[in-house]
């Protein structure tokens, strides 16, 4: 009959290793977490703890040891001490050895995330090597220079190791940011499509939430996709789908979009935003106010024909002979005019034209006197063109405008902008297209180029009926596009200051609309309890609106007002950040580096635009350490 006994297996079981076996036998234990006796006169170790296995060992290899060193005597416990001694300095410095292995790993990530935040090639990562050895070179002096200096050099930093690196640093970011987006309870997303410096068309998501951990709004990029064939509302479509799966977002969870209102986004029946809604009928969308502020300045056949002229005198006077342009720079700083050159009016930047008109008024006269002394037939068409009173009448009134529109233009950029802080700029100038409307008739308090000009022709009476019908046409654009917008006034007006709301049932109503998860009746109800909380009132006076919603209002007291006020501010306003990104992508792909991988290209605009900053301690643990070869 077989036996059912278990084999025994001595290795599993708890034995203590003795201290006494140090002096009797020259062994210690190595380490606690993985115990094996060493022999500190050979260094090898025996399988287990046993009295039987170290004994053998010390007897069968070092018999000679024990006639030198005779048990009980003097001169053996100093040399054990001695060699434990040895054997502590050496296990310390090994320790020492891989700390700065670790502290050169972090130090080559920390080198590749600010190449990355400025934007710069892996490349220069041996650039910052060769200037930190410099530097050590010139501040130290002896062993403390050589020192410094040879750890410089253990640091990893070839232009390889920098990829590497970013790679690493962009995928730690990244993590982070879906660990936020995982806690969301609505996201939002900007879209836009721009092409880099090699015509490849890159698709630009970013999202934004709000982050309850922080109490705060984060804005990121979601994520950038090459698109190398066409760019058609089905492929946006599919890029953007594949992008909200590899990051585990459920589309219901995205409450706005919002895009520059190309037909590949916006088309009825193709383009991108349609087809987000068949998934997610409650999707709010619209098209981004900045670029909407810009389409409602259409020009015109009149205007747009001078201003085309002007560009084309700049051209000519600037990019038609650099021998002209050279001339040109020498004249204007001879003459001591206010600009000493032109600028180049560029469609694609949103405050170019503003900027060129009026640079070019400011040197109009002494641009006529360079004209006047060119002799071909171009400059004397220009200068023809210079001289004619109701043309030149037409660029200090584009001047003007132009310069009322840049500065509304400049308040609806920048990040963090919460969507009523545009549409409450949107609809002051509203109100102030109808003063300028006005002032046309008037005093020209608001057209001081226009003002200058008619005063010295004497034409300041033909001016309201010369420009009028333009401002009532730039006052009709501005009505017909933003008139209808999704979101209603009173809930903007709501987010903005709830005390100001005085028609509660429309505000519930608007509400209502916008999100048809909100009660109405619940609505109107906590608005009230919340205008009738004094204290809520007088902090409001101290605060921001964000602050306002997010770290004073209790949840559990105003649970449905406060979600529509998250709601509401999770949304974006414009595609800034998208146009913003897409100029950090021109920096980063510029025509010295048009070689960098897609792969590359989105990492390092991540590290660019990202508000997280990595954790190199963490990532510094995760991978194997290694000094500069």
Same mark, same amino acid.
Request: aromatic share 8%; hydrophobic share 40%; net charge positive.
């Given at each position: ?365 002494? &641009?006529? *006197? ?5 002799? %071909? @037939?171009?400059?004397? #068409? /220009?200068?023809?063109?210079? $001289? ?111 005390? &100001?709301? *005085? ?5 519930? %109503? @608007?509400?209502?609309? #916008? /999100?048809?998860?909100?009660? $109405? ?109």
């Amino acid at each position: 009959m077989a036996s059912t006994s278990k084999k025994r297996k001595v290795d599993s079981e708890n034995r203590d290793f003795k201290d006494e076996w140090t002096e009797k036998y020259c062994f210690i234990l190595m380490n606690v977490a993985n115990p094996k006796p060493m022999c500190l006169i050979c260094n090898e170790t025996v399988a287990l703890i046993k009295s039987s296995n170290v004994k053998r060992h010390y007897e069968t290899k070092h018999k000679s040891f024990e006639q030198n060193y005779p048990q009980n005597s003097e001169i053996r416990k100093k040399k054990i001490a001695s060699l434990t001694a040895s054997y502590q300095a050496s296990t310390k410095r090994l320790v020492s050895s891989m700390s700065q292995q670790e502290k050169t790993t972090e130090s080559s990530l920390r080198v590749a995330w600010i190449l990355g935040r400025h934007k710069k090639p892996f490349s220069d990562a041996e650039i910052v090597k060769e200037c930190m050895v410099e530097v050590v070179d010139a501040m130290f002096e002896g062993k403390q220079k050589e020192e410094f200096q040879g750890k410089i050099k253990q640091i990893p930093l070839s232009d390889s190791t920098a990829a590497r690196r970013t790679e690493i640093i962009s995928e730690d970011l990244l993590s982070q940011l879906e660990v936020k987006m995982k806690k969301a309870d609505c996201i939002s997303l900007a879209v836009d499509e721009s092409c880099d410096a090699t015509d490849n068309a890159q698709l630009m998501v970013f999202v934004r939430f709000y982050d309850d951990t922080q109490k705060d709004f984060c804005e990121d990029l979601l994520g950038m996709t090459a698109l190398h064939a066409h760019t058609k509302g089905e492929d946006l479509y599919g890029a953007i789908t594949e992008m909200l799966k590899k990051r585990d977002i459920n589309l219901n969870s995205v409450i706005s979009v919002v895009t520059d209102g190309a037909p590949a986004m916006v088309g009825k029946e193709k383009g991108l935003v349609p087809r987000l809604k068949v998934l997610n009928p409650s999707l709010i969308s619209y098209h981004c106010i900045i670029h909407q502020s810009i389409l409602c300045a259409n020009l015109g056949e009149k205007y747009a024909n001078v201003m085309e002229n002007v560009m084309k005198l700049i051209n000519f006077l600037r990019a038609s002979s650099a021998l002209q342009h050279r001339l040109l720079k020498e004249f204007l700083t001879d003459v001591n005019a206010a600009f000493s050159d032109l600028l180049v009016h560029n469609n694609v930047r949103w405050l170019s034209k503003g900027r060129v008109l009026e640079r070019f008024w400011s040197i109009r006269k002494e &641009l006529e *006197k360079f004209l006047a002394e060119q002799k %071909t @037939e171009k400059a004397k #068409a /220009f200068l023809t063109f210079m $001289s004619n009173k109701d043309k030149i009448e037409i660029v200090a009134f584009l001047a003007d405008i132009t310069s009322h529109l840049n500065a509304l233009n400049i308040k609806l950029q920048g990040k963090n902008q919460t969507i009523f802080d545009l549409v409450e700029a949107v609809r002051a100038f509203q109100k102030k297209l109808e003063v300028f409307q006005s002032d046309l008739k008037e005093n020209l308090l608001h057209f001081p180029k226009l003002d200058e000009y008619s005063r010295q022709e004497n034409t300041k009476e033909s001016v309201f009926s010369n420009h009028g019908d333009f401002m009532q046409g730039l006052i009709d654009n501005f009505k017909s596009r933003f008139q209808d917008f999704t979101i209603g006034q009173e809930v903007l007006l709501c987010i903005k200051n709830p005390y &100001l709301v *005085k028609n509660i049932g429309r505000f519930a %109503t @608007e509400a209502h609309h #916008a /999100f048809t998860w909100a009660n $109405s009746a619940t609505l109107q109800m906590e608005l009230i309890d919340l205008q009738e909380d004094a204290v809520l009132k007088v902090q409001l006076n101290d605060c921001d609106p964000v602050f306002f919603w997010t770290k004073l209002v209790i949840p559990a007291k105003y649970p449905l007002i406060q979600k529509i006020a998250i709601h509401v501010l999770t949304m974006f306003g414009s595609t800034y950040t998208c146009e913003s990104a897409f100029s950090t992508m021109n920096l980063v792909k510029n025509r010295y580096r048009t070689q960098i991988t897609d792969e590359h290209l989105h990492q390092c605009v991540r590290m660019a635009v990202t508000p997280f900053v990595p954790n190199f301690k963490g990532l510094v643990k995760e991978k194997k350490c290694q000094f500069s070869h």
